[in-house]
């Protein structure tokens, strides 16, 4: 289907962005890698009356680390995350995240940011920004607020952000050396939404896991953080054992919502096989002989 | 209100409504027909063009977001002039390959390998990427095999490595 009437605005900086949208007065939408609005206006499911494209707007691109964090200023493309964003553990979990978000052309151009805004329940990407507890930073008239992945995830497609609001930046706190990282998705074809996705961070001290992060994709109408398998993996060994009692608690903690093809038991069951394949992966990722040093912020 | 961009290498002004997508201007505005619209929501790839050395999907891309582009289609990529114009080495191996039938996918296939290959010329002996990238578009017919050797055909003969014959083992 054409897409329906619409206006368009490029602006050239973020403070721009945020006086368009207040103009618009609620008709306005942010347009920035457009893959998943240009696609529901096609479908007519959304329909702006003004999109305000920030794609030339110098101060949205980039990324950056330090103190802890990586942060993303709003236009870091999926691509980017895939390429590798930085040398640590949170680097490579993000790149191996990104394979599963969609394909290389819609990698090319789709945002990160624009995935927490959209807040779609099977995004990858909001399932690791919920277990990671990013810190969103939008913009609106009244000036910058930050809203930690917790409140930001309100239900599907509703996030805590005003419609006047535009996000400048995600935060993610590193990870530090020796964390192992896992990512497990199931989906029908390689086109298709995630059924259902994990994501998770594990450390290891003397053989003892320090701490857990486990984030889930589709397991309810907005991502989950899965706290009580957390909470069950630390001080365990990240024996088979206890990733097995972990992935239990974690199925058994999900609220998945049934669709044609998939029931919610079923869902259900394929996160705990999820859970159980990337937790797998994050303890042999783990590196149990490197010196720790100072515990990660994220701990 | 009117787009420019440069085509296939031509400075080129359009008229477009916001709502045109890049796909729609090319075909509808400039009569650039090679570049197929199909499923119309970023899935089949049918529509791929390269703009700004990038493959995108040009249903899920307004033309005036590329105002000032440098876009290049299935159009650009035969070489010579309007006279006698020549196929490239991933055309020419497109056909030796069969790596169409109905042939409805091949200019999204031409211009996303195109550029795969501009990017990484030995692509072929990258497996994996080479699988991802042919999951990102949709043949209903040839079942990619044929698409996946002409993808070897014609990186061999960019890089000037011997040719394969049809029946070689690969």
């Known amino acids: 289907m054409k897409l329906p009437a619409v206006d368009h605005v490029a602006v050239t900086c973020a403070d721009e962005a945020v006086s368009r949208l207040a103009e618009a007065g609620g008709a306005g939408a942010v347009l920035a890698g457009g893959q998943s609005l240009l696609l529901e206006m096609r479908y007519g499911r959304a329909r702006p009356g003004v999109l305000v494209d920030v794609n030339r707007a110098a101060d949205l691109f980039g990324t950056s680390h330090g103190d802890g964090e990586l942060r993303l200023r709003a236009l870091t493309r999926h691509v980017v995350l895939e390429r590798g964003v930085v040398a640590d553990p949170l680097g490579r979990l993000l790149a191996r995240a990104a394979a599963f978000v969609a394909h290389p052309p819609i990698r090319a151009r789709g945002t990160f940011a624009g995935s927490l805004a959209w807040a779609h329940p099977a995004s990858e990407w909001c399932a690791l920004s919920r277990a990671l507890d990013a810190r969103i930073t939008v913009r609106g008239p009244a000036g910058e607020r930050q809203v930690s992945a917790a409140a930001w995830f309100r239900g599907p497609h509703v996030t805590s952000r005003a419609p006047d609001e535009l996000v400048t930046e995600v935060a993610l706190p590193l990870l530090g050396a020796g964390t192992g990282v896992g990512f497990a998705e199931h989906r029908r074809t390689s086109a298709s939404f995630a059924m259902a996705a994990v994501g998770c961070a594990v450390r290891m001290a003397d053989g003892r896991v320090t701490g857990a992060r486990i984030g889930l994709a589709n397991a309810a109408d907005v991502p989950l953080r899965a706290e009580q398998a957390e909470t069950l993996l630390l001080g365990t060994d990240g024996s088979a054992a206890a990733v097995a009692a972990a992935a239990e608690a974690a199925a058994a903690g999900a609220d998945p919502v049934g669709e044609p093809h998939c029931s919610a038991q079923y869902r259900r069951h394929a996160l705990g096989v999820l859970v159980q394949r990337a937790l797998t992966e994050a303890f042999a990722d783990a590196d149990r002989t490197a010196p720790l040093g100072q515990e990660p912020a994220w701990m | 209100m009117d787009v420019t961009m440069v085509v296939n290498g031509q400075p080129r002004r359009v008229a477009v409504e916001p709502r045109d997508s890049l796909g729609d201007a090319l075909r509808d505005g ?91 010329p030995e692509l072929d002996r990258h497996e994996q990427a080479l699988d991802e990238l042919l999951a990102a578009n949709l043949c209903r017919c040839t079942g990619y095999v044929g698409i996946r050797r002409a993808l070897v055909r014609a990186a061999r003969s960019l890089r000037g490595d011997p040719a394969v014959g049809e029946d070689a083992p690969r």
């Open chain 2, 30 to 120: 400039l009569g650039l027909t090679g570049t197929n619209l199909g499923c119309e929501h970023g899935v089949c790839g049918s529509c791929t063009v390269v703009v700004d050395g990038v493959a995108l999907r040009s249903c899920l891309l307004l033309a005036v977001q590329c105002d000032g582009s440098s876009v290049r289609t299935v159009e650009g990529l035969a070489e010579g002039g309007p006279a006698g114009k020549r196929l490239s080495p991933l055309q020419e191996a497109f056909s030796a390959e069969h790596a169409l039938q109905c042939g409805f996918c091949t200019p999204g296939f031409l211009i996303l390998l195109d550029q795969a290959l501009a990017d990484d």
